[in-house]
């Protein structure tokens, strides 16, 4: 047998505390099931731990250096979080020739190519499952399951929150403030929940899988972006009239000249996969040129979930060290690769459209002549009864269209003086 | 740059076909995502190829021992099929050092841990991704995104020849024989549809699962089984009045003493999202203690996809090849590993009891009766209005009981002279 690979865990927070916990609880499964036997023997945090918080057997620190330099620690998980601190810690433990384990998406975005190049010069693994959808083996099934097959589309919920508001507010009617403050009391969302709630979080996700789907680097910020703040009551109350339900959706897509990129929310059907997507879960569907499309879904974070994604990573590193084999292998689309070409003229698609306004004559007729203008097709109009005639809200949805034409209409029409309130644009996949 | 993998496919159908054009047409996707270049060398069948079938710049043989000899042959595919042939062409293969990707379930199922075990002593891959639900890589979700965790369950709908045709018989109303005829006609169903109604096929690869997820040896004939060969029209007509839909699924379960294992029709809710699987598509839900649930779905079969699952793991030893760095993974469950220990008393669970009856009085009378003997309580009775009286079909649901019980009731009820058909009897999983 040979010796346990020893762990040393930096940023012994939520998802570090987790897998030291993984490791002492399934150890005896881990080792039944694939051979190998895991111990944590460091773990650093930069307050200090209550000795009952630190495991058995385990040395605590608050000083990173002291784990990666430590004789027995043969390798570092990195869940501190951050950039900056993070990319230190695991350039200290390549450099010190110790495969890394990271859960940090935020790391991965900014300063993955040169990391990612660093673990490939000195041929030590940086294994990352644990960053995008947690408790979904998302990054293995697109850079290795799907590896011989020619992607053409990714649609992924990537944010757990954003999707749990949607959810309350679809199947308890609630307006988007009183969900959010009950995904804040349920602990699924930050007191600041603009990360979640605004599509960030979920637009540097798809940056890391778009990345591995399409073999090109990209940068976040390059990604078009509409949050859900916008998405009312009365939208979802249209949705499940119109036999939908709203997400949040991380989408890309083979065009023209390039990929199409996006997140914001969405009109699904309600009997597709995605929309059966409910709470803080995460799902992606692939759609590749061979295999048609695979659906991958489960829990989108949480301790324990995200510390199987940790422990998934650490297991194979062990296996190829007690063979004495360690490889890095880069993943697709990062160190040097080419950047990412974007698609000049995105696929056209049908858009739902909710306005609000003041009721009075004329107003059909001024949007109706603004979407003209642009060459877009009203597929239907739909107006529930029962409404404050002084702040109606009513929806169009479109056939197939544009984004950019979608988005002057709507320009053209925000400045109507008729208009009490932004409108709300949803793309919309109700007929797929 | 490292010279390309030499790929040298034995059993030239439907898979190796699509294997060999995956590999030529998405060479220059595959190079730019993973960095390695493969080509198929050599094709062997034993009835001649035409010229035009014969992949450019490849040898064709009728003797497999040609191809695994071969100097330009780094790595063989076997898609023979069968169990003797093919043991024979795996075995020779890893003696003579040369990695081998296989898409054979019935191999693995009867010669797998002889042939992993041989694999691992020779430190030579044995990839079988493509195995077992070809479009959906499930086998490295089990073996390794989830090596971390405990597992508690799996259901799978492993068979989409079986769910092709129950999705029939439920859409549009059709008799089992209609539906089998239809997948026939389709492609999707052998002149001979035993294996696939009767949950042989799906057992099978069931048995390959469970290893996975439980490292422990199964033998396929030790699992419960029951085909679809019972369902009628009327069966898919309660289920939607019920809220449900019939799906054949794959179960693992723990439970005391061991683990549950079966193959057979499930009367799921219409909203679950197994339920949401049609067509020939493929699913597999996994339960563990820390990640909680996830699902897995994509096309079970058909030579594209499949052939995807075979590149993936070409791929794979190419770039441990080019790394120099060869290692046999075997996988959980197969090898030198103990027998799996069945569960003696399977979790209890509610139940679907569907009786076709002549129409006369005391009959639900004596089939509480046989029920109430064996403690289990009735949850339902329903009866559709408008059924003939001298065949008349009607359902019971119960309460969660123990399959045994259900089934020396089943046996009591089926003594009774009134009874018309054989009972059909669904795990019922509406409530969940």
Chains 1, 2 share one sequence.
């Not at 009950?182 to 960030?200: F, N």
């Not at 949050?227 to 979802?236: E, F, K, L, M, S």
Request: proline share 5%.
């Amino acid at each position: 047998m040979s010796a346990p690979l020893r762990v040393g865990i930096v940023g012994f927070g939520v998802v570090g505390q987790s897998t030291a916990q993984t490791l002492a609880e399934h150890a005896e499964d881990i080792h039944r099931r694939t051979g190998q036997r895991l111990a944590v023997t460091w773990v650093c945090r930069r307050t200090p731990l209550a000795p009952a918080a630190i495991p058995a057997g385990a040395c605590a620190t608050q000083d990173w250096r002291a784990v990666v330099a430590a004789a027995d620690v043969d390798v570092v998980v990195e869940t501190v979080g951050g950039v900056q601190a993070a990319a230190e810690i695991v350039r200290a433990a390549l450099e010190a020739g110790k495969p890394v384990v990271t859960a940090n998406k935020n790391l991965l975005a900014a300063r993955g190519d040169e990391l990612f190049a660093l673990a490939q010069a000195r041929h030590i693994p940086l294994g990352f499952e644990a960053a995008v959808a947690g408790g979904v083996p998302v990054v293995r099934a697109i850079a290795e399951g799907a590896a011989g097959d020619r992607l053409i589309a990714l649609r992924g919920i990537l944010n757990g929150t954003a999707n749990y508001i949607l959810t309350r507010m679809e199947e308890d009617g609630l307006e988007f403030e009183t969900a959010l403050g009950e995904a804040q009391r349920a602990g699924y969302a930050e007191a600041d929940p603009t990360l979640d709630v605004e599509g960030i979080d979920a637009r540097d996700k798809l940056a890391i899988l778009a990345r591995l789907a399409f073999g090109a680097r990209v940068e976040p910020e390059r990604i078009a972006r509409q949050g859900i703040r916008g998405v009312t009551a009365v939208d979802a109350h249209y949705a499940r009239a119109l036999g939908g339900s709203i997400r949040l959706i991380a989408a890309a897509e083979r065009g023209p000249g390039g990929v199409d990129l996006s997140v914001r929310p969405w009109l699904l059907a309600r009997n597709s996969m995605l929309a059966r997507v409910t709470g803080v879960n995460n799902a992606v569907l692939l759609t590749g040129a061979r295999t048609g499309t695979q659906l991958f879904s489960g829990p989108g974070a949480g301790g324990p979930a995200t510390s199987i994604a940790v422990v998934s990573d650490l297991i194979e590193i062990a296996a190829a060290r007690a063979a004495g084999r360690l490889a890095a292998k880069a993943p697709p689309g990062f160190g040097t690769v080419p950047e990412m070409a974007l698609c000049t003229q995105p696929p056209e698609a049908p858009w739902y459209m909710r306005l609000t306004v003041a009721d009075r004559p004329g107003i059909v007729a001024r949007v109706a002549a603004a979407l003209a203008e642009q060459d877009i097709n009203i597929d239907a109009v739909a107006q529930e009864p029962g409404m404050e005639k002084s702040r109606l809200s009513w929806v169009v949805t479109t056939e197939p269209a544009a984004a950019a034409s979608v988005r002057a209409a709507q320009e053209e029409i925000e400045k109507c003086d008729f208009m009490r309130a932004p409108i709300l644009l949803l793309r919309s996949a109700l007929k797929e």
